[in-house]
């Protein structure tokens, strides 16, 4: 479905010094290398995440998978297609949703572009009936789809815009920080409709977000890209087993207690201010340190955690 | 063909529901537009009264060369308006989300704005212009139809213009600076470019074309233009376009996505 090979992308960008006069007549550009020859496969119906910190070539792999931009070097095919050609007959079949871009008629209402979309995409009358309303009930966006755009609230607009991407039912989804500055709520919202929409249409999904939650409840493979090149393909379960090694306990006490007398192993991170314990601890370390400890303190909660999928990332960029 | 036609349809009538919106900018905008007009047209009154032919053109022509520079650049702006926003389409990478899309991006960002106030605008121009023409003698159907060909031509220059500023907007997004070059120059055939003196008259007509544009064709309508000039003008004016269309591809190619 989506084959990159070798991909290379060198952006130029002027210097600017101290000096006007010569940034004017003899302007000097660097070459800044934003992917590095990389490559990757993705099957119909997966669901990945793309995962890296900010500049780290995420988006422009995303740009030249959609044909925004052109590759400097390598071979990118998208369903069949190249993507820097346009063809429309491959447009029609993907969708790109970038986070806080927005391709909504700003003084119109939703329904507006929902229309125009109708034509662009050529939507025969009946399907397009059926997946509005299909858009509109997943979404709920039934009360606010016929205000302007303008009127409406971050968390509304990223609703009204994803239906507009999705009208002409796409095949393959790219999905750029489509959660970003929304609040708790609306991007639960968010993320229960791309899990609910992929599973009803059978798309292929690719997903940029700087919130882990979002790409560990959606995503079961991941790319890491960091400074434009990969440093893991593969499973997100994997790759929490490869680098999380750690545990948290917490302890809620009814008592004070002092923690030397617990004689935990002497890698263990303690963290105590009454009533409140914590400890990171090795995963083989575990059952140890909990006989210890319960067995010392008279207790009234005790909650044991996994590192956070920020932690296991972070992780694996230091290592790798 | 028709999907295309559909969409500009649609994309004329929301900008039409969006100028409607904001009607005190409506009115002050036409009756701007309308003032300036009236005192050039008074203008052209006052100095023909008292010099009776300018470049060799009587009061009756020298009004139609007025009008016809009136009608092609309000039907530009009609057309074209959409490119004097397209500067924030590219700094704020919204303009992303059009080249995604299946249709060319000229749909949106060419002509994707028709302006409903220079088109009230150029309705008049054109009952004027009608009338005019039909004061001046010897007029045939032929030289009519050659005038609204020429027309034509000059919207096509028109075109390639704005398509070759879309360019250098994707390039530099500088956008704003090179509508105001092309705006200043085309002021300069608001009356025929037979006024200057060469080579500013040949400047005016074949390196910057806006006589072509412009001042063709009333010429065309009056019979002045042989038949290599019009194979020069179609020329030209077919070349800039294609070369406009090639600048655009080749702007494309180096897009770098401003705005993340």
């Known amino acids: 479905m989506i084959t990159v090979k070798n991909l290379r992308k060198i952006y130029k960008t002027p210097i600017k010094t101290d000096n006007t006069l010569k940034d004017f007549f003899d302007r000097q550009y660097k070459e800044h290398t934003a992917l590095h020859d990389i490559s990757f496969e993705i099957e119909q119906n997966e669901l990945i995440g793309f995962i890296g910190p900010n500049g780290a070539g995420k988006t422009t792999t995303m740009k030249i998978m959609t044909g925004i931009l052109y590759p400097t070097a390598g071979e990118v095919q998208v369903l069949g297609y190249t993507p820097f050609d346009k063809k429309h007959e491959f447009l029609k079949q993907i969708a790109f949703v970038m986070g806080q871009k927005n391709q909504m008629l700003w003084e119109l209402p939703a329904t507006d572009t929902y229309k125009l979309n109708k034509e662009i995409y050529e939507i025969p009358d009946a399907k397009y009936k059926k997946t509005l309303g299909e858009l509109t009930d997943l979404l709920e966006v039934g009360s606010f789809i016929d205000r302007p755009v303008k009127t409406l609230s971050l968390g509304q607009r990223m609703r009204v815009e994803l239906i507009a991407s999705l009208i002409h039912s796409p095949k393959v989804l790219f999905l750029d920080e489509p959660t970003i500055g929304l609040d708790i709520f609306a991007q639960t919202t968010i993320i229960n409709f791309i899990k609910e929409y992929q599973k009803q249409y059978k798309s292929t999904v690719i997903l940029t977000s700087h919130y882990m939650q979002d790409v560990q409840r959606l995503a079961k493979r991941v790319i890491l890209i960091d400074h434009g090149g990969i440093i893991y393909d593969g499973a997100l379960k994997e790759l929490v087993e490869k680098h999380s090694s750690l545990k948290r306990i917490q302890v809620m006490l009814n008592s004070e207690i002092d923690v030397q007398k617990l004689k935990l192993p002497a890698d263990t991170q303690i963290e105590y201010q009454y009533p409140q314990l914590r400890l990171t601890v090795k995963k083989d370390q575990i059952e140890e340190v909990i006989q210890k400890t319960l067995s010392h303190v008279d207790y009234d909660d005790i909650t044991i955690e996994n590192e956070t999928l920020e932690e296991v990332i972070k992780k694996s960029f230091k290592q790798e | ?260």
């Open chain 2, 1 to 260: 063909m028709i999907k295309n036609l559909k969409i500009f349809w649609l994309f004329a009538t929301y900008s039409m529901k969006t100028t409607l919106q904001n009607k005190v900018g409506l009115v002050l905008f036409t009756l701007g537009k309308l003032i300036r007009f009236g005192t050039f047209f008074f203008f052209v009154f006052y100095l023909l009264s008292n010099t009776e032919l300018l470049a060799g053109y009587t009061l009756n022509q020298t009004i139609v060369f007025f009008l016809t520079y009136n009608i092609v650049d309000s039907l530009a702006q009609l057309l074209f308006r959409e490119v004097y926003r397209f500067r924030f389409l590219v700094v704020s990478g919204d303009l992303n989300t059009v080249l995604v899309k299946p249709y060319h991006p000229f749909m949106r960002i060419l002509v994707g704005g028709i302006d409903i106030m220079d088109a009230f605008i150029s309705v008049i121009y054109m009952i004027l212009v009608t009338y005019f023409i039909f004061q001046l003698p010897g007029i045939s159907w032929i030289n009519i139809l050659m005038y609204l060909l020429m027309i034509v031509n000059g919207l096509l220059i028109a075109a390639g213009f704005h398509i070759a500023v879309l360019a250098l907007g994707v390039l530099t997004t500088e956008v704003d600076h090179t509508v105001m070059i092309y705006r200043d120059m085309t002021r300069l055939a608001t009356f025929p470019v037979d006024i200057y003196k060469q080579p500013l008259q040949f400047i005016f007509t074949f390196i910057i074309p806006i006589g072509i544009m412009m001042t063709f064709p009333v010429k065309s309508l009056l019979n002045l233009l042989s038949p290599t000039i019009y194979a020069i003008c179609f020329t030209l004016s077919i070349t800039a376009f294609i070369s406009s269309i090639k600048l655009w591809d080749y702007a494309l190619k180096r897009y770098q996505s401003w705005g993340g």
